[in-house]
């Protein structure tokens, strides 16, 4: 049987990978400063994530959401701690459109209103659902869900109050920090009125935290650099560093009730024990502020070199975007350098390394970007 072809691979097969390394079936060893879409957030192959792991699939075969799964709870409970978002609730899922499916059915379920709002080059992922609200002309809506939904400008509130006074919008689901879209961080002001509007209007705001969440901004949420109490709040990538998991904060005047949202598999043990390990590592080792540290040394550097239009983001969380196609720089960083980078459209370089990433790595990328950027 052959594979569904839908994706352009790099020829290269990772079969190791530690901390901000992966290495080739070649024994060829590469710096990752793109994780796999942002999901690498405490590095490859952590020991302590890869015990945790270990550990549970020693201890149980068997995962039904029909009986008690402790950590589930020992999950919510860090995961409060950790966003200090401890009133909010925890519904697991398996990954990001799946979270953001759910959010969007909470939303209709609790206004009674179908329509939703979201934002030009916003991303949400790949379900129906989540596809109609996404703006990006390559990804194929697969119905025609046009009359559900308003594509707004970015940082544009009159637009948004013009759509939202007709009392009829479910949602607007916004991401903290804009990522396939070109890496682009609302204005805080804009993310204040947007609250303050949805507020006003009966609306619920939906924060897509799955790629900027879970420290990659230097704080737990992008959100969190702003004075706002979102809705909801949908995670995944980054929540079990490889592991597929997702889940939706959900504010406590959302009410649950049984049979309400469901998934056979979110939450399971395994998925618990991946998103533990990685919470407590990023405690340990202090990853946020690492986050937020290397990621300004990084930034300053980008923007010192002059050489771009634009060097955007916060965190390890960024966007270098020139006049012209990244992608010879991207190929000679990879094939001469052995650095893995990601792209935004055709001219934007994206970096979501691991959030363990050191000022050696820095090092070492800014000098290959040098070389690259002189022969590209
Ligand atoms: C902001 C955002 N939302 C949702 C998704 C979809 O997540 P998943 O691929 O886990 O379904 C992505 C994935 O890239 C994303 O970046």
Not at 80 to 106: I, V
Not at 157 to 162: A, H, P, Q, Y
Not at 333 to 343: A, D, E, P
Not at 362 to 371: A, I
Request: hydrophobic letters at 40%; a negative charge; aromatic letters at 8%.
């Amino acid at each position: 049987m052959k594979l569904f072809d839908v994706y352009p691979l790099f020829d290269i097969t990772p079969v190791k990978g530690q901390d901000c390394y992966v290495w080739d079936d070649q024994g060829t060893k590469y710096l990752d400063l793109y994780g796999g879409h942002a999901v690498i957030s405490i590095g490859h192959s952590h020991p302590h994530y890869i015990q945790r792991i270990s550990d549970q699939v020693n201890k149980i075969g068997f995962y039904s959401n029909s009986v008690q799964n402790p950590l589930q709870k020992e999950l919510a409970e860090k995961l409060g701690e950790a966003s200090e978002m401890p009133d909010y609730q925890l519904f697991l899922c398996n990954s990001g459109a799946e979270a953001n499916e759910n959010a969007l059915k909470l939303a209709s379920f609790k206004t009674g209103r179908s329509k939703i709002v979201a934002f030009e080059k916003g991303f949400h992922g790949r379900t129906s659902g989540a596809v109609a609200i996404t703006d990006n002309p390559k990804i194929i809506a697969p119905f025609n869900a046009d009359h559900q939904k308003e594509i707004l400008s970015l940082n544009d509130l009159d637009s948004v109050e013009k759509v939202l006074s007709k009392k009829d919008v479910a949602a607007v689901i916004i991401e903290g920090i804009q990522g396939i879209g070109g890496i682009v961080v609302p204005d805080a002001d804009f993310m204040e009125g947007l609250e303050k509007l949805c507020k006003q209007y009966g609306t619920l705001l939906i924060l897509d935290e799955i790629q900027s969440g879970y420290g990659r901004s230097g704080k737990f949420f992008a959100f969190q650099y702003t004075n706002i109490k979102p809705d909801m709040v949908t995670m995944a990538k980054g929540m079990g560093n490889g592991f597929p998991v997702g889940g939706v904060l959900i504010s406590p005047e959302i009410e649950a009730s049984y049979g309400l949202l469901g998934t056979t598999f979110g939450g399971n043990h395994l998925a618990c024990a991946a998103s533990l390990a990685v919470l407590e590592v990023i405690k340990d080792e202090k990853l946020i502020a690492n986050s937020f540290n290397q990621g300004k040394i990084l930034k300053d550097q980008l923007i010192k070199i002059n050489k771009f239009k634009e060097v955007r983001g916060v965190g390890l969380m960024i966007g270098a975007e020139l006049n012209d196609q990244v992608s010879p720089i991207r190929m000679g960083l990879l094939r001469k350098n052995h650095i893995f980078t990601g792209v935004s459209g055709t001219n934007t370089m994206r970096l979501l390394p691991p959030l363990t990433l050191q000022g050696s790595h820095v090092d070492y990328f800014m000098s290959s970007l040098g070389e690259a950027m002189d022969s590209g």
